[in-house]
């Protein structure tokens, strides 16, 4: 029993084992979303949020889950566009669902959950900055290409241009073996929406 294909939480009480352990893609990302959602954690236990969020991306499919009922589902307000799955218990982020993934893919922050296999890829871009706290950002590279925002048809167009990107973030060809994330959140059952407004400190 000494698979190296599992996300868990921080104190143990649930966690999901993918069948394809290889990290797709990686960003850094610099969004509001990301930091307000940790930091709300953080108010519940779970770890104090970067500025800026390693963020790797693993194909949606899950062998096994454990932990069900520890597991809850939550959206940042009415209008929400991300799913997170946390730990009731910890407040560890252990799988983020967006509309852009397709159910193709999910997303997972390193630093906000465990994983006994490696997921540290170099990053494809740093994205969001216009979120950034900072007037002066010091980045770990100098040539990784940089997003303010993806608000302009330019930007978007640039971002998806950065291979793979665009393959995942499109339907995907083949069907999971296991469940998807999305499948998990259904059986996770409602989600529970925070009404944190936009932007908001906490
Ligand atoms: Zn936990
Ligand atoms: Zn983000």
């Known amino acids: 029993m000494d698979k190296k294909n599992e996300i868990s939480c921080g104190c ?16 850094m990302c610099a969004c509001e979303d990301c930091r307000q959602a940790l930091s709300w954690a953080e108010k519940n236990g779970g770890e104090k949020p970067k500025n800026i969020l390693y963020s790797v991306y693993l194909r949606s499919d899950i062998s096994n ?7 809850v589902a939550t959206h940042l307000r009415d209008e929400a566009t991300s799913t997170r799955v946390y730990c009731k218990k910890c407040y560890s982020c252990i799988a983020i669902d967006h509309v852009n993934y397709h159910n193709n893919v999910l997303m997972i ?21 216009q979120d950034h706290p900072d007037d002066f950002i010091e980045l770990d590279s100098d040539t990784i290409p940089v997003f303010h925002s ?8 640039r971002f998806l241009s950065i291979d793979p990107i665009a393959e995942f973030l499109a339907p995907p060809k083949t069907q999971a073996k296991g469940i998807t994330l999305r499948d998990l959140i259904s059986k996770i059952g409602t989600i529970k929406v925070l009404h944190l407004n936009k932007g908001e400190a906490l």
């Open 12 to 27: 143990g009480q649930c966690g999901i084992e993918l069948n394809d352990t290889s990290p797709k893609y990686s960003l």
């Open 150 to 157: 993806r608000k302009y048809p330019q930007e978007r167009k």
């Open 65 to 71: 889950y454990f932990g069900l009922e520890n597991m």
């Open 109 to 129: 922050q390193p630093d906000h959950c465990k994983q006994n296999f490696n997921v540290h890829i170099p990053p494809k871009a740093v994205i969001n900055l």
